[in-house]
């Protein structure tokens, strides 16, 4: 069984920096893609970010684009979320997800196509 479990969340000022880590185990990781989402009160899961777990190729929201620096270390199983110049609106609780078999040629952006979920760790931006 896939486990995910996030750290690395907490309370900081806007224009400030997080780097969020998502321990994976229990699989070999090699066909997965990762995906950071993240929910805030009142609204739906969104997502953030995308990774190749073979190949490490990217993909982001254009909400965090140029920010938010996703990244893998495959000796550790984990992935990272680097969140740089954070603003209010980047308040949410922040998940890791997982998906076997990930294509080679598209990024999932729908929460409803992964198939393991971390427990989620909150990120809070003051203004």
């Known amino acids: 069984q896939v486990q995910l479990v996030e750290s690395g969340g907490g309370l900081v000022q806007a224009g400030g920096s997080l780097r969020l880590s998502c321990a994976a185990s229990g699989r070999t990781f090699s066909k997965y893609g990762m995906g950071w989402f993240r929910q805030a009160p009142g609204k739906e899961r969104e997502f953030v970010a995308a990774i190749r777990w073979s190949g490490g190729r990217t993909y982001y929201a254009d909400s965090v684009k140029g920010r938010f620096t996703i990244s893998r270390d495959t000796a550790k199983n984990t992935v990272y979320l680097q969140m740089n110049s954070l603003k209010p609106e980047d308040t949410a609780v922040y998940y890791c997800?997982?998906?076997?078999?990930?294509?080679?040629?598209?990024?999932?952006?729908?929460?409803?196509?992964?198939?393991?979920w971390g427990q989620g760790t909150q990120v809070t931006v003051s203004s």
């Open positions: 997800a997982a998906k076997e078999y990930y294509s080679g040629t598209y990024y999932y952006t729908d929460s409803n196509q992964y198939d393991y």
